[in-house]
């Protein structure tokens, strides 16, 4: 059985999702769009990156220097689709300062409705792009013999649509989930399809708050 497993998982290519590295405005504040910081240089990171892969990411300073810190001399593709929330009028705000200037968003959330941000986009908006470039994605992985891993470098709220998704959530539970930063989260490539491939422990840290235990 294991033979098999391994047989048919061979030409499995791996895809690494990676949340940019912290920076100094990860604050409790909606940070979107609207900011566009460094990443915090004192904190650090260690992630197994493969020489002559492709790094996808989100055209944001935080993502491009996440990308630029894991090696030398690879391709940076930049992409629209991978950008974080536009929070709108909601950028720098907390979560109390939200609700308390636009209270129909906090009813909205609580009857499992998907608000748009004031003057942004909903939760809908980041999955279909997601959507969109795994699409494109899927064609480059077709059509390529290079079979080396895939790195993708984006955001926060582009990887809780992207594990809400993967792991059959309520869409209106997606921002319970709790992403690291600067941890990789493996998908495998196998018939048209991606899989995710998070040992238990971080799936654990990842989705504590909807009660999933890792033991």
């Given amino acids: 059985f294991q033979k098999m497993i391994k047989t048919e998982w061979r030409d499995a ?22 900011r566009n910081p460094g990443i915090d ?5 260690y ?3 493969q020489p002559q892969s492709i790094i996808h990411c989100s055209p944001m ?9 894991l090696s030398s001399g690879f391709k940076i593709m930049k992409d629209d689709r991978l950008h974080e929330y536009n929070y709108g009028f909601a950028e720098g705000l907390c979560y109390d300062e939200l609700v308390n200037k636009y209270p129909k968003i906090s009813s909205d959330w609580e009857n499992g409705k998907d ?5 942004g986009e909903n939760t809908r908006d980041v999955f279909n792009r997601l959507k969109s470039f795994l ?6 992985l077709d059509s390529s013999n290079n079979k080396k891993p895939k790195y993708i470098v984006t955001h926060n709220g582009v990887l809780r ?16 989930l709790e ?22 422990e971080i799936c654990g840290e990842i989705m504590q708050k909807i009660g999933y235990s890792s033991a």
């Fill in 179 to 200: 992403i690291p930063h600067g941890v990789s989260l493996e998908f495998l490539y196998h018939n048209q399809k991606f899989y995710p491939n998070i040992p238990r």
């Fill in 135 to 140: 699409k494109d994605l899927a064609k480059e």
């Fill in 61 to 69: 300073l935080r993502c491009i220097e996440t990308a630029k810190s």
């Fill in 115 to 119: 608000p748009y941000f004031p003057g």
């Fill in 161 to 176: 649509c992207l594990l809400g998704d993967a792991f059959g959530l309520n869409l209106k539970d997606w921002y319970k």
């Fill in 41 to 45: 240089k004192s904190i650090n990171y």
């Fill in 13 to 34: 290519i791996a895809i690494y999702f990676i949340r940019h590295y912290k920076t100094k405005l990860n604050d409790g504040t909606f940070l979107g769009q609207g």
């Fill in 47 to 49: 992630i197994d990156y």
